[in-house]
């Protein structure tokens, strides 16, 4: 079965550091989603993107958070100048948006950041 | 305010026993959406539900979807452990998804 895969699976970073999450979602599907769920907290959506642009960001979406699709199957998530509130699971996840999948929204396993 | 609920926000229970929990909210959806999170790893989807009255099974797991499409429970006959998880409730919003905070769910053996 197709599936989203996410690198790294857990990375330390020091406060301040710039880090890169990276991503490959499933192969046909068009719109890509970050989310982020900060230990013992729900999950919270951060951006989607499609047709190589951002088409929606929640408010912790600030300037020191981007996406980029640098090529046909990458989709990355970069933080600039990590804080210590930065430490979360982040998922990326994927979807077709189709009526046949319901807007089935698959997940990756998560990139876990702890920012020390 | 949250715009789903999810109640309990903790279940422990043994081996063998029934559960539900539900999801709920004011506003209607076209859909909604269950997922299971084990820790460490993504929320995989369980079903999604679509029409007010539905009523979906996978295996033990039992969904409704409230007939005026505001709410949802899902009920598990014969917990096992393996069954114990996150379970989250979810809909969709201009594409993205907005989880509830999830029901904490313990299976003892």
């Known amino acids: 079965e197709p599936e989203v895969t996410q690198t790294p699976s857990h990375q330390v970073t020091q406060m301040g550091q710039e880090v890169i999450l990276r991503c490959v979602p499933i192969?046909?599907?068009?719109?890509f989603y970050w989310y982020r769920q900060i230990l013992g907290q729900k999950v919270e959506f951060l951006v989607s993107f499609y047709n190589n642009e951002i088409s929606e960001k929640s408010e912790i979406f600030d300037d020191q958070f981007s996406v980029e699709r640098p090529d046909g199957s990458n989709f990355t998530l970069k933080i600039r100048s990590t804080k210590l509130e930065d430490s979360a699971m982040y998922f990326c996840?994927?979807?077709?948006?189709?009526?046949?999948?319901?807007?089935?929204?698959?997940f990756g396993e998560g990139s876990w950041l702890t920012v020390v | 305010t949250q715009l789903l609920e999810q109640s309990p926000q903790f279940l422990s229970i043994q081996e063998g026993e029934n559960l539900t929990v539900y999801c709920n909210s004011s506003s209607v959806f076209s859909s909604l959406q269950w997922y299971r999170q084990e820790p460490g790893e993504g929320p995989v989807l369980l079903v999604t539900?679509?029409?007010?009255?539905e009523v979906k099974k996978l295996k033990r797991l039992t969904f409704q979807f409230g007939d005026a499409r505001k709410d949802s429970s899902l009920h598990i006959t014969a917990a096992q452990p393996g069954d114990t998880g996150l379970y989250l409730c979810?809909?969709?919003?201009?594409?993205?998804?907005?989880f509830g905070q999830g029901t904490t769910l313990q299976v003892k053996p």
């Open positions: 539900v679509v029409t007010g009255g």
């Open positions: 996840a994927s979807s077709d948006r189709s009526r046949s999948s319901g807007n089935t929204i698959y």
């Open positions: 979810a809909v969709s919003n201009t594409g993205k998804l907005i």
């Open positions: 192969s046909n599907h068009l719109y």
